[in-house]
């Protein structure tokens, strides 16, 4: 059996070829309506199967000239649009039946010999009346007889069935890819809580190592620079002495003192690397803010001067082991370098929810460009470590210290606490 396809997309137009001859049928192809007209005028096909979709003539159109010249010949309109009104032009063009696109080679086959049987069942010698349907603002004048029309109606149930079925299975596959998703976000989810906790861990090993590291440069640096420096001044001033001790002993004495004022640095440095390395070694822990100001004058001999503790009672800390040296730095600081100090005083401020410790005295103030100066470790090798040291052991749970007096007017110096690491009586936190 010859099938004429009237289908302007090659590539639609040969998988349509393909179908129909794994079929067994002869097929022609041609691009378009004025194509068709002129091919089957030279070799009539048994079918047409034609797109609706086609520059210059559709396949309405095409089917109704069809249709006027050749009434028996069947077409097959084949589309990508279905709906009501596409039946309904379809009938009135004269179509014999439909084919929805994609084209399924099952669909095809079973229309062909659907409109071919309903070819051969011969209709009622009295013509078919006329019927005029209204439908979404158009009127169709259909006269295609009734095994036409039950055909059609077959047809378009069919695709229908067809499409439902379709519409079922790919609801339950995406139901079952949905509950697949479902699980696959749970996993990630619990990847994402993995993962998370694990970058967590890497920044606090991370942070830790940093801290060690600095920590190490700065023991490597006392080691090798500072305390080969000293060694070196140590025996130059006692090679000194050994020259001039019998030609001027005055003068070799002095060397020996100054040796000696080197020891005592020497000594002093390899205490502050012992002091050193016991930062951040034990886990922070609370403690109460008036008690450590207490504590602190065991260490520290204020002799006339007065020493005030205004810190409220059940204040607590969160803080490095060693805060307790803070505070009795901050006191010797004081007594070191105030001269004219009379009073120390502790006190707490409130802003919300950040608490400031404060630390003041009546002394002659730190000068301005000495104000950050007196933290760092190679002035502190000069004026005692310390300020280097309070400002380490503070840093461990984010408390920060600065100097904000009045050069003049006495020290002031601000401890920083963030609101995690202070809780007082009425605020208690974990």
């Given amino acids: 059996m010859s099938v004429l396809v009237v289908e302007d997309s090659r590539t639609q137009a040969e998988f349509i070829r393909h179908v129909l001859e794994t079929e067994g049928y002869d097929v022609t192809l041609v691009a378009d309506g004025n194509e068709a007209i002129r091919r089957m005028e030279v070799d009539m096909p048994d079918i047409v199967l034609t797109d609706i979709m086609m520059p210059g003539m559709d396949g309405y159109e095409l089917c109704r000239r069809i249709k006027q010249?050749?009434?028996?010949?069947?077409v097959i309109l084949v589309t990508n649009l279905f709906d009501p009104a596409d039946v309904l032009k379809g009938l009135a063009s004269g179509a014999d039946s439909f084919i929805v696109k994609p084209v399924d080679p099952e669909h095809?086959?079973?229309q062909i010999e659907a409109v071919m049987r309903t070819r051969e069942i011969p209709e009622p010698k009295e013509s078919p009346a006329e019927l005029?349907?209204?439908f979404a603002g158009s009127t169709y004048t259909i006269a295609a007889g009734r095994l036409k029309i039950l055909n059609t109606l077959l047809s378009t149930y069919t695709i229908a069935v067809t499409k439902n079925t379709e519409l079922q299975e790919a609801q339950e596959q995406l139901h079952s890819l949905n509950e697949q998703l479902q699980e696959a976000v749970a996993d990630l989810s619990r990847s994402n809580e993995s993962l998370a906790e694990e970058n967590r861990e890497r920044r606090r090993v991370e942070k830790a190592l940093a801290e060690a590291n600095r920590k190490l440069q700065l023991m490597a640096s006392i080691t090798r620079h500072d305390l080969l420096n000293q060694l070196a001044a140590l025996w130059g001033y006692l090679d000194l002495a050994q020259v001039l001790r019998e030609?001027?002993?005055?003068?070799?004495?002095?060397?020996?003192?100054s040796a000696a004022e080197m020891v005592n640095r020497l000594n002093n440095t390899v205490r502050f690397t012992a002091e050193y390395q016991k930062v951040g070694a034990t886990a922070p822990v609370w403690q109460e803010i008036r008690t450590l100001v207490e504590r602190s004058e065991k260490y520290v001999s204020t002799g006339k001067i007065t020493l005030e503790n205004a810190i409220p009672a059940g204040v607590e800390i969160l803080a490095d082991p060693l805060i307790e040296k803070v505070f009795s730095n901050l006191i010797e600081n004081s007594l070191r370098y105030g001269e004219t100090v009379t009073t120390i005083a502790f006190s707490l401020k409130q802003d919300g929810g950040t608490y400031t410790i404060l630390c003041e005295d009546d002394g002659v103030g730190v000068p301005a460009d000495e104000k950050e100066k007196i933290f760092t470790y190679a002035h502190g090798m000069n004026t005692?470590?310390?300020l280097f040291l309070a400002r380490e052991i503070l840093a461990i749970t984010g408390i920060t210290i600065q100097e904000t007096g009045i050069p003049g007017n006495g020290a002031r110096f601000e401890l920083l606490c963030p609101a995690k690491v202070i809780r007082a009586p009425d605020r208690q936190t974990g």
């Fill in 69 to 74: 010249q050749n009434p028996d010949t069947p």
């Fill in 108 to 110: 095809v086959r079973s």
């Fill in 132 to 134: 005029e349907i209204p």
């Fill in 247 to 257: 030609r001027e002993p005055a003068n070799a004495w002095r060397h020996v003192e």
């Fill in 384 to 386: 005692g470590l310390g």
